[in-house]
């Protein structure tokens, strides 16, 4: 159960940290540089916060959801959530809030969405 926790408690801090920086402007990012010949190539994209956490496209996490196999977990701040979240999601969207992943539904998906 500890383990559980402190797993579930270090995802929960990631996606929060990855959602922190992918909602900071990029400065500059479509603009080239002033000696930049005018037919340069475009910037590439920015790149995505933590590559190596697993992505699930809207329409597989909507299937897992609608048959039962998994659950939304809402990690943004309190606030946000009260504002608008997904219909049944669970909000642990702070330190203070962790205390609920030891109640989150065992054999099940969680999928964890910030924006």
């Known amino acids: ?10 995802a929960a801090a990631a996606f929060a ?4 920086e992918a909602d900071k ?13 005018a037919n340069a190539s ?3 994209e920015p790149a995505i ?19 039962g196999n998994a659950i939304f977990v809402d990690t943004r701040p ?4 009260q504002e608008e979240h997904v219909k049944g999601a669970i909000n642990i ?3 203070s ?10 054999g099940k998906k969680i999928i964890a969405y910030c924006s």
């Open 1 to 10: 159960m500890r383990k559980t926790f402190l797993t579930l408690a270090l």
């Open 42 to 44: 475009k910037p590439s």
């Open 78 to 81: 309190g606030v946000s959530y």
């Open 49 to 67: 916060p933590y590559p190596d956490v697993e992505r699930i496209s809207l329409a597989d996490a909507k299937k897992d959801f609608d048959a």
């Open 17 to 20: 940290a990855g959602c922190a």
């Open 25 to 37: 402007p990029v400065a500059n990012a479509n603009k080239a540089p002033a000696n930049a010949p």
């Open 93 to 95: 969207g702070d330190t």
């Open 97 to 106: 809030e962790l205390a609920k992943a030891d109640t989150l539904p065992k």
